[in-house]
Every structure is written in structure tokens, then in C-alpha cells.
């Protein structure tokens, strides 16, 4: 077990979580500045700076304040929230994690987005007209910068918006799906759980 006593500032850290308790009445912590033991061997600080450090092979004389520390830390663990707040969180967790991975794969804000449309749409029109001349901004801009012809950005433009709207799909799918999932779960269940199976599957999505 590794043990961390602030003492002076009221903290209590037993295998890295960190709880706020009142010290003032364990004797033990006396005049101690802190406590830290790292599961073999530890040191007692004082709060005189002229005091050379204790060092310690145990922690058997802070039994107490372990104890009490795993109550409180246990008592924080309880969750208090209602039911429809825990089902309601577990829903804007997936939206919310949806539109990350949705930012991640198709590029952040609407504009993007619209930007996106702008380019199939005026690629499509180019298309069917024949492609005449001039050549849309959007199709030049592809054949600049991939070194295609204007057939082939055409052709790129119409890939890539596939790629986009299967994407959209796949995402509106999971996303929809987990949601659907959690409201038909009986009260009491592990919304969060239900949810963070959706999010898995949206994080697959992402890298995959």
C-alpha cells in the first residue's frame, strides 16, 4: 500500500486517491508535516525543520486514518444523482462523444462541413455540363493541389463525399442505436456502463 499524509494541509492519499479529512484528532499526526511511504519504506516529516525525518518500514501506526480514509473515499464513490439524471447523462455522454469522433474524422464546425458540400455539388454540375471551361474553383483547387485532371478531381471529389456520408451514416447509426439502448434499460441499471459500450464502439470507429 502507498501512503501519502499532508498533514498541514488536511490530505490523505492511500493508493492514488486523495481525500480531504480532518486530522486534528489523530495524535499520531502531531506536529507531523507529512507522511510518505511507498510500500516498502516511508519517512515522517515534522513540522520543525530541524527535526530529522523518522523513517518508517510500516504503517501500522496509521491504521486508524487508513480506515478512515477507505469510509470517506467510499461514501465519494456514492452516487447521488436521480435516476433520470443518470439515464440523462449517460445519453449526452454518447452525443457528446459522437461529435467528437464525428469533428475527428470529418473536420471540426459546419462550415467544414458545408465546404464539403459546396465542393460535390459544384464537382457534380461540372460533371454533367461536360466539364466546360472555366473550371470551378472547387475542381482547380483539387487538380492544384493532387496534380489530377479535372475528370480525376471530379471523380476524388465524388469518392471523398462518399467516404464522408458513410461516415455520417455509421456514426448516426452507433450514436442512435446506444441511445436507444439506454432508455429501454429497467431503472437501476448502469446507464453509464451502456454507455461507454457505444462510446467503445464510436472510438473503434475513429481509428479505424
Not at 500500500?1 to 499532508?6: D, E, G, N, P, R
Not at 483539387?142 to 458513410?166: R, Y
Given at each position: 500500500?502507498?501512503?501519502?499524509?499532508?498533514?498541514?494541509?488536511?490530505?490523505?492519499?492511500?493508493?492514488?486517491?486523495?481525500?480531504?479529512?480532518?486530522?486534528?484528532?489523530?495524535?499520531?499526526?502531531?506536529?507531523?508535516h507529512a507522511?510518505?511511504?511507498?510500500?516498502?519504506?516511508?519517512?515522517?516529516?515534522?513540522?520543525?525543520?530541524?527535526?530529522?525525518?523518522?523513517?518508517?518500514?510500516?504503517?501500522?501506526?496509521?491504521?486508524?486514518?487508513?480506515?478512515?480514509?477507505?469510509?470517506?473515499?467510499?461514501?465519494?464513490?456514492?452516487?447521488?444523482?436521480?435516476?433520470?439524471?443518470r439515464?440523462?447523462?449517460?445519453?449526452?455522454?454518447?452525443?457528446?462523444?459522437?461529435?467528437?469522433?464525428?469533428?475527428?474524422?470529418?473536420?471540426?464546425?459546419?462550415?467544414?462541413?458545408?465546404?464539403?458540400?459546396?465542393?460535390?455539388?459544384?464537382?457534380?454540375?461540372?460533371?454533367?455540363?461536360?466539364?466546360?471551361?472555366?473550371?470551378?474553383?472547387?475542381?482547380?483547387?483539387?487538380?492544384?493541389?493532387?496534380?489530377?485532371?479535372?475528370?480525376?478531381?471530379?471523380?476524388?471529389?465524388?469518392?471523398?463525399?462518399?467516404?464522408?456520408?458513410?461516415?455520417?451514416?455509421?456514426?448516426?447509426?452507433?450514436?442512435?442505436?446506444?441511445?436507444?439502448?439506454?432508455?429501454?434499460?429497467?431503472?437501476?441499471?448502469?446507464?453509464?456502463?451502456?454507455?461507454?459500450q457505444?462510446?467503445?464502439?464510436?472510438?473503434?470507429?475513429?481509428?479505424?
Amino acid at each position: 500500500m502507498q501512503l501519502t499524509i499532508m498533514a498541514t494541509e488536511s490530505l490523505v492519499t492511500v493508493d492514488g486517491n486523495t481525500v480531504e479529512m480532518d486530522l486534528a484528532d489523530y495524535d499520531i499526526l502531531d506536529a507531523v508535516h507529512a507522511v510518505q511511504f511507498d510500500g516498502v519504506e516511508g519517512e515522517i516529516e515534522w513540522q520543525d525543520p530541524i527535526r530529522p525525518n523518522d523513517v518508517i518500514l510500516t504503517l501500522d501506526d496509521f491504521k486508524q486514518v487508513i480506515a478512515d480514509h477507505a469510509t470517506l473515499w467510499a461514501e465519494l464513490q456514492v452516487d447521488t444523482r436521480s435516476e433520470e439524471q443518470r439515464r440523462a447523462d449517460a445519453l449526452i455522454s454518447i452525443d457528446h462523444f459522437a461529435g467528437q469522433v464525428r469533428a475527428q474524422l470529418l473536420g471540426p464546425g459546419e462550415f467544414m462541413h458545408e465546404e464539403r458540400r459546396r465542393a460535390y455539388e459544384v464537382a457534380i454540375a461540372y460533371e454533367v455540363d461536360g466539364f466546360p471551361g472555366p473550371t470551378p474553383l472547387a475542381v482547380q483547387v483539387q487538380m492544384d493541389t493532387s496534380g489530377q485532371t479535372a475528370v480525376e478531381a471530379v471523380a476524388e471529389i465524388k469518392f471523398q463525399h462518399s467516404v464522408w456520408l458513410e461516415a455520417l451514416d455509421q456514426i448516426r447509426d452507433l450514436r442512435l442505436r446506444g441511445k436507444a439502448q439506454i432508455l429501454e434499460l429497467a431503472e437501476g441499471s448502469d446507464y453509464g456502463a451502456q454507455a461507454q459500450q457505444t462510446i467503445d464502439e464510436l472510438a473503434a470507429l475513429a481509428i479505424s
